[in-house]
């Protein structure tokens, strides 16, 4: 049986592919022209536009509530793939290493930190059990661990897409990891016209976008996991 090419959005219709590329065209040509940049953030500046996106608002406003209970200024903290969280969150001493080239299915750093971050990493790693075994031994004993990942968005492959969770799922993923299950706290958010929207491109959030949870179709899913002390 002959399977089936993996859609990479490209229209099939000749009409549609030729109009798209038109449109790329085009919009290629706007960014190009003189002050764009500034006109885009007068754009956004009006609409409420922020750095967030539309689906990340509600889990970065969680998320950023439970490491503020945590007391950060005395924390030592490590973000997997990114450095968002180092200007969120003022940390006694904060660390970010890169994914892939940090790969943390193999084994954890020689060192432990008071939190550790994993923002829209999981859903990338080829072995998520093994890094969350490695992310165990990273976290100090009474530590963190804080991770969120997508659940209802198209597969996006840097390099790879393989996983989803729902709250449920990612709470016994960490809990096989090592972290005690009744330590777990999780949280989701979504709603159907950000699904719907997200499913063309990422958006950002500007003030009439819809902000209502339906928990029935969560976008964004998270989790902060405990180590006993």
């Known amino acids: 049986m002959e399977l089936a090419t993996p859609y990479d959005g490209t229209p099939g219709n000749p009409v549609k592919r030729t109009a798209k590329r038109i449109l790329n065209l085009a919009a290629q040509t706007v960014r190009a022209v003189p002050g764009y940049d500034v006109a885009v953030r007068a754009v956004d500046t009006l609409t409420g536009a922020d750095g967030f996106g539309w689906q990340r608002k509600i889990m970065y406003q969680e998320t950023k509530r439970l490491v503020e209970q945590l007391g950060p200024e005395k924390l030592d903290a490590l973000e997997i793939s990114g450095d968002r969280w180092g200007s969120l969150v003022k940390?006694?001493?904060?660390?970010?290493?890169d994914f892939p080239e940090y790969d943390l299915c193999v084994a954890p750093l020689p060192e432990q930190f008071d939190l550790v971050i994993a923002d829209q990493v999981f859903e990338h790693l080829l072995w998520p059990y093994r890094a969350g075994k490695n992310v165990y031994e990273m976290?100090?004993?009474?530590?963190?661990f804080l991770v969120m990942t997508p659940f209802l968005v198209r597969v996006h492959a840097h390099p790879t897409d393989c996983s989803r969770w729902t709250e449920t799922g990612i709470r016994h993923l960490l809990a096989e990891c090592g972290f005690p299950i009744d330590l777990i706290q999780t949280g989701?958010?979504?709603?159907?016209?950000?699904?719907?929207?997200?499913?063309?491109?990422?958006?950002?959030?500007?003030?009439?976008h819809s902000l209502r949870d339906q928990h029935q179709y969560?976008?964004?899913?998270?989790?902060?996991?405990?180590?006993?002390?």
């Open 91 to 97: 940390f006694r001493s904060f660390k970010s290493v």
């Open 139 to 144: 976290v100090r004993p009474g530590g963190h």
């Open 188 to 208: 989701s958010w979504g709603n159907l016209s950000v699904v719907r929207a997200d499913l063309i491109r990422f958006r950002k959030y500007r003030r009439h």
């Open 218 to 229: 969560p976008i964004q899913v998270w989790a902060m996991a405990a180590k006993p002390a």
